[in-house]
């Protein structure tokens, strides 16, 4: 499975943009990146995901960069509720099960 | 349309014991997947179903098995309980096994204490 690398930590303000890093060199030319968050007491859930072209939906951003080493999750404009742990995934079309590999991920400290 | 739903969602047993755990998939969703979280490992994967077969398992040992029903709801047991397997249970459901892009829908858990 490919690797991702995340920071450890991030903190914001409250209604200020985020933007979340993620490291992923190793990545192939068909390993789709895909975020998901992870609310304190709560499951994961989906944020978004992309191959290539920078995505958008009414949670955030996905900006992926030329040579799709790296990609960057956007938070518009952090809420109190974006306070969670963000993994960014590589999942592979040959692995075809469901098997999501999550790293460490990134803890999102929101200040009001 | 309802969640992901694991009962229980809390449990406490001892060394030695056995357990079983529950998740009813999203309506119409067929793919079941298992993951444990703890501090220490983080999120791991455990294993997945599919049209009541294991398509695929974690790196765990043969203590931890599941299964999955007609109706697509799936059983996660572990058999002879170590302080090592409290956790939180995760169970995710996805539509269909599409692979790379499928969305997993996850449930809120069931925290295990082994005592």
């Known amino acids: 499975d490919a690797k991702t690398t995340q920071p450890n930590s991030m903190e914001s303000n409250e209604e200020e943009p985020v933007h979340l890093p993620c490291n992923h060199s190793?990545?192939?030319?068909?390993?789709?990146i895909h975020w998901y968050r992870q609310l304190p007491s709560q499951g994961p859930e989906y944020v978004i995901h992309?191959?290539?072209s920078n995505v958008n939906n009414r949670m955030a951003s996905l900006a992926i960069a030329e040579d799709r080493k790296s990609s960057t999750l956007i938070l518009h404009r952090a809420t109190l509720r974006d306070a969670a742990v963000y993994y960014c995934?590589?999942?592979?079309?040959?692995?075809?099960?469901?098997?999501?590999?999550f790293g460490q991920g990134t803890r999102l400290t929101i200040n009001p | 349309k309802a969640g992901v739903t694991q009962t229980p969602r809390y449990l406490i047993k001892t060394r030695g014991q056995q357990v079983t755990l529950s998740c009813s998939p999203i309506?119409?969703?067929?793919?079941v997947s298992w993951y444990q979280q703890t501090p220490g490992q983080g999120l791991q994967f455990l294993f997945e179903?599919?049209?009541?077969?294991?398509?695929n398992k974690g790196n765990f040992p043969g203590r931890f098995s599941g299964r999955q029903f007609s109706n697509s709801r799936s059983e996660m047991n572990v058999s002879t309980l170590e302080l090592g397997d409290s956790a939180l249970y995760l169970c995710?459901?996805?539509?269909?096994?599409?692979?790379?892009?499928?969305?997993?829908?996850f449930g809120p858990g069931t925290r295990l204490l082994v005592l």
């Open positions: 190793t990545i192939s030319g068909t390993d789709y």
């Open positions: 179903y599919f049209s009541e077969t294991q398509r």
């Open positions: 992309g191959l290539t």
């Open positions: 995934i590589l999942r592979d079309v040959i692995q075809g099960a469901q098997k999501l590999v």
């Open positions: 995710a459901s996805s539509l269909l096994p599409r692979g790379n892009q499928e969305t997993q829908y």
């Open positions: 309506s119409g969703h067929r793919s």
